[in-house]
């Protein structure tokens, strides 16, 4: 199997991250895997770890009273799972499940955040990259948000 | 050949562009809860009927009104006119009461068109939202049957929620294709749905083409096709390799009566179909 450490540096989230930092993380990392239909964490849970997807999708569900799970977004090779575990309260706002067999690299973010902490380089980095995952999906939430389609004619 | 794309040129059918022809619905497909297709043929058999994909023609329910819908069927079967919209006021909501063997009037065809026959050996993204899709229908048509004069052909289309889905089986049936990649998702889905959530421009980045040699046709709602254009130069496709159906308040048809403007062009008769760096400054400003 492929040394997590190269499979991270080939991820959109990790890509060109400095090697000594890469393998810092790939030591707080290891492999997961999921199948179809199972609970990743629930909506409440700690976030002390999260996951670069390798493959499967994993979908993001809020349970609204009255109409039940609704699945806000879904996640796919490559992408970013969580990024709660570095911005406190450090708890998962939504619910995590696999809708297909999912394979992805699972990292210690309580381990990765105390790294953070000791070296502000490193952590600073990390800002940069969690900030542009959460800034595209801050994005793509409000176009959800517009509902566009809805008396398109 | 990319540099070589032209702007798409309008060609209007008929010396008179206000004379009206009577078709006759041969059948009134409902799509969704608000949406239906109405299945169209001449009532003269010697009347001529071509068009191009991406066009469209006005459609008069006699007593109710006039309105432009885009023709969603195949080219190469124009005398079958297939018209899908969405029942959004009274012309619309009395096209939905037509039964078959009912009669109406229609105008065209009107407009530009995709340029199909020029993209041929690229690479074709054709970027949907919601009904969006339509117009879209008749180039992929065109491009499907003749496959091989074009590189990949990927489809990225998105709706409002599952239920929204237009040409739902004929989606899956253009799925099994080995010849064509189709990526659909939604905005919003229960828990059970097994396909993407997200809007659609979240499909760019992880589909299939090679942007250097890629032209993409995109049309849905314009705040949906100004985000469109940004993900797909992002990815590296020029903006003279992108083409946008727009829609304006279109009532002449031929540039008459100003209704469509949209900056200095009319949407009428210069549109519906524009290179995207023809009017993407005016995309952005709130007055037009």
Known sequence: ??????????????????????????????????AA?????????????FYVLRAGKVALVINVPGRGPVIIQTLHEGDLLSWSWIVAPYKKYFDARAIELTRAIAIDGEAVRRKCDED?????????????????????????????????? | ????????????????????????VRRLKRETDDTFTLELQPVETA?????????????????????PISISGDPARPRTLLHTTREVGAVTRAMRQLSPGDVLGVRGPFGTHWPVEDLE?????????????????????????????YGRVVLLYGART????????????????????????????MSGWRGNVGVVTTLIPRAPFDPLNTV??????????????????????????????????MKCAVGFCGHCQFGPVFVCKDGPVFRYDRIKDWLVKWEV
């Not at chain 2, 849905?220 to 096709?225: A, C, F, K, T």
């Open chain 1, 1 to 34: 199997m492929e040394p997590l450490e190269n499979l991270l540096a080939e991820s959109a989230f990790f890509k060109g991250l400095d090697p000594r930092y890469l393998r810092l993380v790939a030591g707080c990392a290891s492999h997961a895997q999921f």
């Open chain 1, 37 to 49: 239909g199972e609970l990743i964490f629930r909506e409440g849970d700690e976030s002390s770890r």
């Open chain 1, 120 to 153: 502000p380089p490193f952590g600073y980095e990390l800002f940069k990259r969690v900030a542009a995952v959460t800034g595209q999906r801050l994005h793509a939430a409000r176009l959800q948000l517009l509902d566009l389609y809805a008396g398109q004619s």
């Open chain 2, 1 to 24: 050949m990319l540099a070589s794309l032209e702007s798409p040129q309008s060609r209007t059918a008929g010396p008179d562009p206000m004379a009206l022809e009577s078709f006759r």
């Open chain 2, 47 to 67: 009347c001529k009927v071509t068009f191009a994909p991406g066009q469209f023609n006005m459609l008069y329910v006699f007593g109710v009104g006039e309105i």
């Open chain 2, 121 to 149: 050996g690229n690479d074709i993204v054709i970027v949907s939202g919601g009904i969006g899709l339509a117009p879209l229908r008749p180039a992929l048509y065109h491009i499907l049957s003749r496959r091989d004069r």
């Open chain 2, 162 to 189: 599952p239920a929204d889905i237009l040409y739902r089986q004929e989606l899956e049936q253009w799925r099994a294709r080995f010849d064509l990649e189709v990526y659909a998702t939604v905005d919003r889905a």
């Open chain 2, 216 to 249: 993409a046709l995109v049309c849905g709602p314009e705040v949906m096709m100004r985000f469109t254009v940004q993900e797909l130069q992002k990815r590296g496709v020029g903006p003279p390799t992108i083409y946008l159906s727009m829609e304006r308040n």
